[in-house]
Each structure stands twice: as C-alpha cells, then as structure tokens.
C-alpha cells in the first residue's frame, strides 16, 4: 500500500491502570484484533506458538514461531493473517520508562530469531506477568532482557535496523524539530541515504515519521494537561495550527478538537477489526 493512501488509528498500547508498563497475550484469531494503528509506546511481539503475518508501514512480515518483532514508537502495524494456532506475547513501555531502562537508547526495528533457551526463558517470564495492571518493575527487566539479547544474537536470519536508521531514531529523541538535512548531517550521511534506510527498516518515510512524531507528542502534552491546542501544536513542533490540523486530518480522518472531544478518543481505542 503507497504511503500516502496508508491511515491507522491511534490506539493506546497500555491499557486503563497501567501505568509504565504491560504485557498483553493473544491467542484467539477470531475477533480480538486491533485494525492498523501507531502508538507512542514501542512494542515488542513475541510468537510462542504457531505463526503471524504483520503489516507493518508498507512492508509485510512474517513471524513464526520463536521470534519476535519489535515495533518503535509510531510506527504503524496490524496482525494481518494469524496462523489457527497462533499465541503470542505483546510487550509495551511508555517511552520516557524504556529510556530509562536502556539506559538512554530507543527500541529499534528489529526481527530476531530466538535459541530454544530464550525463548523458554522469556516466555516463562512473560507469563507471570501478562495482563497485570501493576507490573512496571517486571515488565521494564523483561524489556532490558529482551532487548540484551537481541544486542548478543547472532541467529541466522534475524535482522535489525541499519546503523543510519538506529542513529536517526536516536537523535530524534533528543531533538526532535531536526529535519532530513540536519539528521543527515549529525549522522555524517547523505540525506538520500538516511532516507532509503530509515524507509526499507520502518516501512514510512521520514517525513511522515516526523509527522506522525508530532501527533504523539500533541496527545501527550494534552494529556499531560496543556488544554490551549494552539500552544500545544507549537511545543510539539508544528510550524502551525493549520499544519497540526493538517496532520491530523491526514493521520487519523478527524480534526484536534474532534480527536480530544468527548467519547470520539475513547471510541477509537476500542475499535476492532471485523
């Protein structure tokens, strides 16, 4: 699907009560599932038996049993064919905590095919956990682990992000108002490069990366309680109001003050696909 023509909901990963952390399971492939959406917190899915195939921006991947996929912060996914027998783990922190926990890095793109051993490992401790609203300290050292042991894997077609593409999320953390030709530089790369990476590793270009970056930065300044959308727009970098609303009718189909109204978020967080 072309880029352009691609919409996903915005759909909170952590759910009512949770509030760093959680661990979700899926294992029903009749109804349950979300339609396409992006979220602020990155996520990790991990199959423990049968197998999934995900869209993920443009691209489409197939997950089989003993791998996981780690989606970052804003970038669009979707369950698209899951196997009768599938179960998988969803692994979810807010930004600012899986910071913390890695110590200042991001979550980054990455399809790792795990040893019997892990697998056995993070599966036992991803069930002790799952759908527990107060499991911030074992759902942050479950995400430190996973997270070692995608950086020591070796295992045969696994992949993870190309070092521009890893580099360019990182900085755009810490400043996020940096365009293509300013990324490019703190990089030391052509912007033609960091644009062919960033796009072949998140399925989007960079431009409606740092679109939709802003759109999670909006909801949660308001969320936060910055109530003035105009001020809000500013400090999460549009250039103006216009833009913003701009974004959000091209993101999400619906205005700022229709998206904060009443209900309408409420709604959209608990759509499921048919």
């Given at each position: 699907m072309a880029d352009s023509q691609r919409r996903a909901l915005h759909q909170d990963f952590l759910p009512a009560g949770a509030e760093k952390a959680f661990v979700w399971k899926y294992s029903d492939p009749i109804g349950g599932r979300r339609p396409r959406h992006f979220h602020g917190e990155p996520e990790i899915n991990l199959v423990v038996r049968g197998a999934a195939t995900f869209g993920v921006g443009d691209r489409v991947l197939r997950v089989s049993q003993g791998e996981l996929v780690t989606f970052p912060s804003g970038q669009d996914h979707v369950l698209l064919e899951p196997s009768s027998d599938l179960y998988l783990f969803a692994v979810g922190l807010t930004p600012h905590y899986s910071s913390q926990v890695l110590k200042g890095d991001v979550s980054m793109p990455l399809h790792l095919k795990l040893d019997p051993n892990e697998l056995d490992t993070i599966t036992t401790r991803a069930a002790q956990i799952v759908d527990r609203p107060r499991s911030e300290q074992p759902g942050a050292e479950l995400w430190e682990h996973i997270h070692w042991v995608a950086r020591h894997s070796r295992a045969a077609g696994s992949h993870t992000a190309h070092v521009l593409t890893r580099r360019v999320l990182q900085v755009m953390r810490r400043a996020p108002e940096l365009g293509l030709e300013a990324l490019a530089a703190e990089t030391r790369a052509h912007p033609t490069e960091v644009s062919r990476h960033f796009h072949r590793d998140m399925g989007m270009t960079l431009v409606r990366y740092r679109m939709r970056d802003r759109l999670i930065r909006l909801i949660q300044l308001v969320d936060a309680g910055q109530r003035q959308l105009t001020a809000a727009a500013?400090?999460?970098?549009?250039?103006?109001?216009?833009?913003?609303?701009?974004?959000?009718?091209?993101?999400?189909?619906?205005?700022?003050?229709?998206?904060?109204?009443?209900?309408?978020?409420?709604?959209?967080?608990?759509?499921?696909?048919?």
């Open positions: 500013n400090d999460a970098g549009f250039g103006s109001y216009s833009q913003c609303h701009r974004a959000f009718q091209s993101e999400l189909g619906c205005a700022p003050r229709q998206f904060f109204a009443a209900g309408f978020r409420a709604r959209m967080q608990l759509v499921y696909a048919e």
